[in-house]
Structure formats: C-alpha cells, structure tokens
C-alpha cells in the first residue's frame, strides 16, 4: 500500500465528502427479519466529515465546492469495522495446523508470545498488526498483547500514532505457563497501574485488565485484577471464557468452589458493563442470566472456534438471555483479520444449529452492536453527526463469479449478503480513520 507514514500521517485537507451507498444501523436488527427499520442504507448519498474528523451529517445532493469530494459512486461505504477480541503477536501462528485449544497454546501460541519481550519485536508485531487490521477494514479493536509490559506499550505508541480506537492491556499470566511468559501479583500490579496512568483515556486509548484466562492466573492475581477494576469503573476488561470442552473442565477443578467457569470471575467483581468474554460457548443459562445482568458482552469468534473444533455458539440464547454479542476474529485461532470472512464463518455455525444468521444480524454485531457493547456508539459504529469518521469504502464485488452473483440480486439484503459471503479484504477501497486516510488500495486513482 502506498500511504502517508504513519509517523506522519497526512493532515487533514479541510472539510471532506464521501459519495457513496451508505449503509449503517439505527437501532439493533431482529435475528431473522429481511427488510428491517434498523437499517439504513442510502444509495448514492455524500457523507460529510469536517476538518476535525467527525461526521457532519448525511445528504442526497452535492456538496458545494467548500467540500473536497470524493466521488465512490458505486461503492458501498460502511463504518469501519470494530474486532473485539483479537491477538496482536498471533499473526505469527495464525493458520497452525491440527491441535485443540490447549496442546495449541502450548505448541504455537507461548513460543511466539515469548519473542514480545523483545522491544523492537514489540514495536514491529504491533506497526504490523494495526496496519494489518486497517487493510482489512478494521479501524477500532480490543486487543490481547503478551503478558510483557512493552508489548502493551508499543501497542498503544502505534495506535495513537494512527489515530485508532484501541483497547488492550498487559496480559495478567502467572501459573500455568512457560517460565517468560509468567509474572508475579505484585510486579503485575505495578505494570498495570504505570501503564493505566500513562495510556488510559489518552487520545483514543483506553486500558483493559487483561486476564489471559482463569486457568493461568492464581486467585490471588484474580482478585489483584477485580480490586483494579473496582478501584476505576471506566476500566475495560477481557479474558476468555468457556471455549472449549476441556478446558471448561481444567477450570473446574482448579476453582472448586466456583459454580461455573464464569463465576469464577463473578466472584472476583471481573463481571461488569465494560467487561469483554470471548468465545462463551459452553454456558448455562444460569451464566447467561448472570451475564446479562452483569452488562458484560461477549466477543463471539466463528472462525476460530470451527478452526480449533472449540464447539457451535448460541447466538439465539444470547439474544434471549440479554447481553450484547459482537464480533471478532480472534487471531491466530482465527483464521483471517477480515471481518467479512469471520461473519460468514458465522453464518455456517448458527447454520449447523438450525439457525439463520441475516446480515444485517451479523453486520450490526461488527459496527453499532460491538460500539454500544463498549460504551462507544457516541464515537464509533454509525454515521451519526459528531461520531467519529472511521470509515471504509468496499467495492459490491470483485471478481467474475462475485461480479455476475451481484447482478442477478434481488432486493438489498440479497445484495448484502452475498458481498458479505463473498467478499474479503481485496474488495477493501479505502479505510479512513478520524476522516485521515490510512490505507488506500489504488492511491494513484483515488477520487479528488
């Protein structure tokens, strides 16, 4: 890609306008319904950003010449995408071949991470990671970094050098793993608070106690991680939660007294509106009642859990039970960073449970849905005026069999769901951040 560098990044040019098909949500879509008041899609419209980064509305006509324009006529314009669960140093053990969870951790996962205490492995795992994410069309992410202090800091560096939305925290890891990539309650403690009070709410940064999972983290660094969130409510959180079969078992006999996986971090106050779950596949509905009173969501990872044979999620009993689902690729379990592959890899899993996932369901889960689970529709997720203009631009089809399936669709959720079946990130135009662009496929023939 041939873009400004990102350690100095374009300014911005005055006020901008985006013509395009606009589609976004107003409100969350019902589960199967096709022609849905929560969409809004609005063929052949501009969208107007400011010079500051922020969407100044929406509307049919042209622009007077106070706007630059740029004319995507033809091209659907989205928000950008928003992955709530993903690893930043497993793109190097991203496509891993034949183990489940655990022997997979252990086989491919700890090697790479160890490499991250290396500072300028740090630096280059996370410039490469975040220009990754933007080339897939992914402009905010909650991210896991390695349990070592540098990879969290060379994380966040990199994205407010980018202008990005991100969330991410040094991961919290002292049992159950490989002597360098352990860590101690009190040293922990002492990262977490130097890097809270250097990063969090910075720009467009925010900090997440990050438990790597109840598995490798004592009951002493458990409760180390709820007493910081107790002590600040604006704090996020993420871990992992009931994946897999037999680690849901491993769980069960290092914490006894906990009735469940899940209230294994009840008990430490882990559960709350800021809180992201990854996977929740192998939940009660007793865990699903608790979740949703708690406020936490949970980040569900199609492709990593038909990937790693972790099981099939509910999506329907989440949506019974009341807690936020969104999206997220949960690389390198996960098999690719782009969001559209990951929700078709959805449709297939809600499939398998006689379920039809609409893709408006799913498209809401990677924008609004994932936005309002973190506390954010009032920044990201829509073109609403004064959220910020994270948006990208997508060609409807690429490619003969794409290019002749869009022709012969019938009615706008046909369209979008075949572009979202069929498409991935080389049907990726453009990704602006804050309305600065920061990945374009073909500079040299970008609109002016």
Not at 7 to 14: E, F, Q, S, V
Not at 52 to 77: C, F, K, M, N
Not at 278 to 289: N, V
């Amino acid at each position: 890609m041939n873009m400004p560098s990102p350690t100095n990044p374009a300014p911005l040019r005055g006020r901008q306008a985006l013509r395009g098909d606009l589609l976004d949500f107003s409100a969350t879509p019902a589960w199967a319904a096709l022609d849905d008041p929560a969409v809004r899609y609005r063929p052949d419209h501009w969208l107007l950003i400011d010079a500051d980064g922020r969407i100044a509305g929406v509307q049919a006509h042209e622009p007077d010449a106070s706007w630059q324009r740029r004319d995507y006529r033809g091209r659907l314009i989205l928000p950008g995408f928003i992955d709530t669960h993903v690893h930043c140093p497993q793109l190097d053990v991203i496509a891993s071949y034949g183990t489940e969870l655990l022997d997979w951790l252990n086989t491919y996962t700890f090697p790479a991470e160890t490499r991250y205490a290396d500072p300028a492995v740090a630096r280059l795992g996370a410039e490469r990671f975040l220009d990754a994410l933007l080339a897939h069309g992914t402009t905010s992410a909650v991210v896991f970094p390695t349990v070592h202090k540098v990879s969290a800091e060379m994380l966040f560096e990199a994205a407010a050098v980018r202008g990005m939305r991100l969330i991410t925290g040094k991961v919290l890891m002292d049992r159950h793993a490989p002597d360098a990539l352990r860590d101690d309650v009190a040293g922990a403690e002492r990262d977490c608070v130097d890097l809270i009070q250097r990063y969090h709410q910075r720009e467009r940064l925010a900090y997440a106690v990050t438990v790597r999972f109840a598995p490798t983290s004592t009951p002493e660094q458990l409760a180390m991680a709820g007493a910081l969130c107790r002590a600040d409510a604006s704090l996020y959180m993420q871990t992992h939660v009931a994946e897999n079969r037999d680690e849901v078992a491993w769980v069960a006999r290092l914490f006894p007294q906990a009735r469940s996986y899940l209230d294994v971090y009840a008990r430490e106050s882990l559960l709350h509106p800021r809180a992201v779950l990854a996977h929740g596949i192998w939940l009660d509905e007793q865990d699903r009642r608790v979740l949703a009173a708690s406020g936490a969501q949970v980040a569900h990872c199609p492709s990593s859990n038909l990937f790693l044979g972790s099981g099939l999620f509910d999506w329907v009993a989440a949506r019974e039970a009341g807690y936020t689902v969104s999206a997220a690729s949960d690389v390198g379990g996960g098999t690719s960073l782009s969001m559209q592959r990951t929700l078709a890899d959805g449709y297939k899993m809600q499939a398998l449970g006689g379920r039809r996932l609409t893709a408006w369901a799913a498209l809401h889960a990677a924008t609004l849905g994932a936005a309002q689970g973190l506390g954010l529709q009032q920044e990201i997720g829509a073109f609403e005026a004064g959220t910020l203009a994270d948006v990208c631009v997508w060609d409807w089809a690429c490619g003969p069999v794409a290019q002749a399936r869009d022709a012969v669709v019938r009615g706008l959720h046909e369209r979008v769901f075949a572009w979202l079946t069929l498409s991935d990130e080389r049907n990726l135009v453009a990704s602006y951040v804050a309305g600065v662009p920061r990945f374009r496929r073909d500079p040299e023939s970008e609109p002016t």
